[in-house]
């Protein structure tokens, strides 16, 4: 793997980090806009798409959070864990929704449970009824972020902040994971977003987008993270329709907008908590440059954003294309891909046959030493009762 050009946490690692997608949030499809029974959200459809994920071989799975139809994502993350042995969940936390002391003993929960298998997504969209200004989430979001950073380094917890004010012992929220807990996965486009990301966080996501502006955004993200003494490593969310030939694939991506209604399509982007984002609008604006097949640069399709908000680009192509495609993004440095496709576990399956066995992968967690060979000295795991 060739030297990356931005300053990243595992620049020595030739290894990537594999996710695939459970749609919680009423969010599968076989054509976009068009609902069908049955890929509704149920606890039988999205559990059979992270044991599938798991038997495929991928490292991790993203288990979204959104309040439409479908599943609270720490309850199907503690149901789910069981039924798993090898898969990291990549839960959602909106940062807000739980008083931040029972989210790090939920988190340190669902971490003893996973063995160390859990990775965190932190989210700092607006809350269900809430009208909060994007500054002022990200302020929230840093007090959550840093009084979990408390619980899990500290025998204390003392934080006197803007929304918490804080005095308890931090035993009740230790994680099974050490060396500084579960690692934080953040996504977010705003100069308060990349200030909280370049701070706190350890993998910064990003949303499909052309290669150099990819490449502008890691620049700038790593610049920021090195003014605090720390590195990142990048990783990338995108879907992925992958066949035998090109030609199929691009079949595949017009047969799957084939029947969307353009009203439907809005109104699906419309009732998302991050509608309003910078990020969304970059994908927007991205949509907006495409070719008239939806292209944007090779490989690179936008139609999946006509009928979502958040990440609105797909990878498409042959699996040698998608291959030659994800060598260029580790070689720009990015070191996680979260993938998904519509429908998503048969999309699932052929990305597992088709390109996932020519990959390289590891769990992020584990190459920067964050899980343990035996249970730790927690209250939770080894340690004494206390």
């Given amino acids: 793997m060739k030297t990356p050009p931005v300053t990243i946490r595992s620049p020595g690692l030739d290894e990537v980090e594999?996710?695939?997608?459970?749609?919680?949030?009423?969010?599968?499809?076989?054509?976009?806009?068009?609902?069908?029974?049955?890929?509704?959200?149920?606890?039988?459809?999205?559990?059979?798409?992270?044991?599938?994920?798991?038997?495929?071989?991928?490292?991790?799975?993203?288990?979204?959070?959104?309040?439409?139809?479908?599943?609270?994502?720490?309850?199907?993350?503690?149901?789910?864990?069981?039924?798993?042995?090898?898969?990291?969940?990549?839960?959602?936390?909106?940062?807000?929704?739980?008083?931040?002391?029972?989210?790090?003993?939920?988190?340190?929960?669902?971490?003893?449970?996973?063995?160390?298998?859990?990775?965190?997504?932190i989210i700092s969209s607006?809350?269900?009824?809430?009208?909060?200004?994007?500054?002022g989430r990200y302020r929230r979001s840093r007090e959550v972020i840093e009084i979990l950073r408390q619980a899990w380094t500290q025998d204390r917890i003392q934080f006197h902040g803007e929304f918490y004010q804080l005095d308890l012992p931090s035993f009740p929220a230790k994680p099974y994971q050490q060396n500084g807990g579960p690692l934080l996965y953040f996504g977010g486009y705003s100069p308060d977003a990349l200030a909280l990301c370049a701070e706190?966080?350890?993998?910064?996501?990003?949303?499909?987008?052309?290669?150099?502006?990819?490449?502008?955004?890691?620049?700038?993200?790593?610049?920021?993270?090195?003014?605090?003494?720390?590195?990142?490593?990048?990783?990338?969310?995108?879907?992925?329709i992958v066949r035998e030939t090109e030609a199929e694939a691009r079949a595949h991506a017009r047969d799957l907008v084939s029947k969307l209604d353009d009203a439907v399509g809005a109104s699906i982007r419309g009732r998302s908590l991050d509608a309003k984002s910078l990020g969304v609008a970059r994908q927007a604006e991205m949509r907006a440059g495409a070719d008239d097949e939806g292209f944007v640069e090779p490989?690179?399709?936008?139609?999946?954003?006509?009928?979502?908000?958040?990440?609105?680009?797909?990878?498409?192509?042959?699996?040698?294309?998608?291959?030659?495609?994800?060598?260029?993004?580790?070689?720009?440095?990015?070191?996680?891909?979260?993938?998904?496709?519509?429908?998503?576990?048969?999309?699932?399956?052929?990305?597992?046959?088709?390109v996932l066995p020519r990959l390289k992968t590891c769990k992020l967690a584990a190459a920067q030493g964050r899980i343990p060979e035996t249970a730790p000295c927690t209250p939770l795991g080894s340690g004494p009762r206390i």
Wanted: charged fraction near 20%; include cysteine; charge should be negative.
């Fill in 200 to 240: 706190h966080c350890d993998v910064y996501l990003m949303w499909p987008e052309t290669e150099q502006r990819l490449a502008e955004m890691m620049r700038e993200v790593s610049a920021r993270a090195a003014q605090h003494g720390r590195t990142l490593d990048f990783g990338l969310r995108v879907h992925v």
């Fill in 18 to 121: 594999v996710a695939w997608f459970a749609p919680l949030c009423d969010d599968d499809f076989e054509f976009l806009g068009v609902k069908d029974p049955r890929l509704k959200s149920t606890w039988e459809h999205a559990s059979k798409i992270v044991r599938t994920a798991e038997r495929a071989g991928f490292q991790n799975i993203l288990c979204p959070s959104g309040y439409v139809v479908g599943q609270d994502t720490l309850s199907f993350a503690a149901a789910v864990a069981p039924q798993t042995e090898k898969i990291s969940l990549l839960t959602a936390v909106r940062c807000g929704e739980v008083w931040p002391p029972m989210l790090g003993r939920a988190v340190a929960t669902l971490d003893h449970i996973l063995q160390g298998r859990l990775t965190i997504n």
């Fill in 299 to 354: 490989l690179l399709w936008t139609g999946v954003g006509r009928a979502r908000s958040g990440c609105g680009g797909a990878l498409v192509g042959n699996p040698d294309q998608i291959v030659a495609k994800l060598e260029r993004y580790m070689d720009m440095g990015i070191r996680a891909f979260i993938f998904s496709g519509y429908p998503h576990l048969e999309e699932c399956e052929l990305f597992a046959r088709h």
């Fill in 126 to 135: 607006e809350l269900p009824g809430e009208s909060l200004d994007s500054a």
